[in-house]
């Protein structure tokens, strides 16, 4: 069975940081391309960025240059780096992976914003 567990969430005023964490089990974690995505209140989910295999990465324009993503294989966990946030940046953020042929998310955590 394929779990993924985030966590890190909370509240966090303009301009600071925070770190999601997001803990995998049941994959070859090491080899799985992983993804965060978001999902604001009343706006449909977005890809947020994602971390292959070889440490290769890709960021939706929105985070750019703000957010880092990192993954570490021997603890089997994902990490996002959240920086200069802003109020646009709240919504639940989501873990996802695509483990042989079959779409498995986390349940979320919720990331709040307040200017």
């Known amino acids: 069975q394929v779990y993924l567990v985030e966590s890190g969430g909370g509240l966090v005023p303009a301009g600071g940081s925070l770190r999601l964490s997001c803990r995998a089990s049941g994959i070859n974690f090491k080899i799985a391309r992983m993804n965060w995505y978001r999902q604001a209140p009343g706006k449909q989910r977005e890809f947020v960025a994602s971390i292959a295999s070889d440490g290769s990465t890709n960021y939706a324009d929105s985070v750019k240059g703000r957010f880092t993503i990192s993954r570490n294989n021997a603890w089997n966990t994902l990490f996002l780096r959240m920086d200069t946030m802003n109020a646009e940046d709240t919504a639940d953020y989501y873990c996802?992976?695509?483990?042989?042929?079959?779409?498995?998310w986390g349940q979320g955590t919720q990331v709040t914003v307040s200017s």
């Open positions: 996802q992976t695509t483990w042989k042929s079959t779409d498995f």
